[in-house]
T-cell receptor, first 118, second 112 residues
Framework: DVKVTQSSRYLVKRTGEKVFLECVQD?????MFWYRQDPGLGLRLIYF???????EKGDIPEGYSVSREKKERFSLILESASTNQTSMYLC?????????????????FGPGTRLTVL | SQQGEEDPQALSIQEGENATMNCSYK?????LQWYRQNSGRGLVHLIL?????REKHSGRLRVTLDTSKKSSSLLITASRAADTASYFC????????????FGKGTLLTVNP
């Protein structure tokens, strides 16, 4: 089974803090994604990565950065957290090939991190 | 703007009934996928249909794709209370390099 884990289920931070959200996948997937999900807005792509040390901006990258130093790990960084970054953050991974029970082109999601910025 | 738009936004049915959700999109796609999300959890992939396919089945799920109308439907037959969840369609646009664009979802409630 594909497993995508996220470092925390719930996180409370203060305005101005630097926040790290970690995501790890165990399927050797080359693609990894960070989304945020807000009521009425659905899922919006923040950043994605299609290889180690490669990253591309999604639809809403402002206020965020990412790091992918190893293939299995993709980190989302909030440089200076603000209240409007309170949200559910979802990480996903995918591959272009079908392997080990994981289908090609399908995204596998972690359980999510609900971040509250006070 | 959202590539995929689900319709209806919310649907409430009785156990045993069928549930149909629709998705419309705007641009050419490589594939369209349906995902399910239980409250407060991550998304789970249900089914993928490629642009050259018209219909696909998986258990109690049936997905159709009409590329001429840029629309898809997800049918859940003989629904159960455990099917209560939000359902999202997601499209991989041509040339988007593995990215998916999600709709805002349909909240399905199946009453026992």
């Amino acid at each position: 089974d594909v497993k995508v884990t996220q470092s925390s289920r719930y996180l409370v931070k203060r305005t101005g803090e630097k926040v790290f959200l970690e995501c790890v996948q165990d399927m050797d997937h080359e693609n990894m994604f960070w989304y945020r999900q807000d009521p009425g807005l659905g899922l919006r792509l923040i950043y994605f990565s299609y290889d180690v040390k490669m990253k591309e901006k999604g639809d809403i990258p402002e206020g965020y950065s990412v790091s992918r130093e190893k293939k299995e790990r993709f980190s989302l960084i909030l440089e200076s957290a603000s209240t409007n970054q309170t949200s559910m953050y979802l990480c996903a991974s995918s591959s272009t090939v079908t392997s080990g029970g994981a289908l090609a082109d399908t995204q596998y999601f972690g359980p999510g991190t609900r971040l509250t910025v006070l | 703007s959202q590539q995929g738009e689900e319709d209806p936004q919310a649907l409430s049915i009785q156990e045993g009934e069928n549930a149909t959700m629709n998705c419309s999109y705007k641009t050419s796609i490589n594939n369209l996928q349906w995902y399910r999300q239980n409250s407060g959890r991550g998304l789970v992939h249900l089914i993928l249909i490629r642009s050259n396919e018209r219909e696909k089945h998986s258990g109690r799920l049936r997905v159709t794709l009409d590329t001429s109308k840029k629309s898809s439907s997800l049918l859940i037959t003989a629904s159960r209370a455990a099917d209560t969840a939000s359902y999202f369609c997601a499209t991989e646009r041509r040339g988007s390099n593995y990215k998916l664009t999600f709709g805002k979802g349909t909240l399905l409630t199946v009453n026992p």
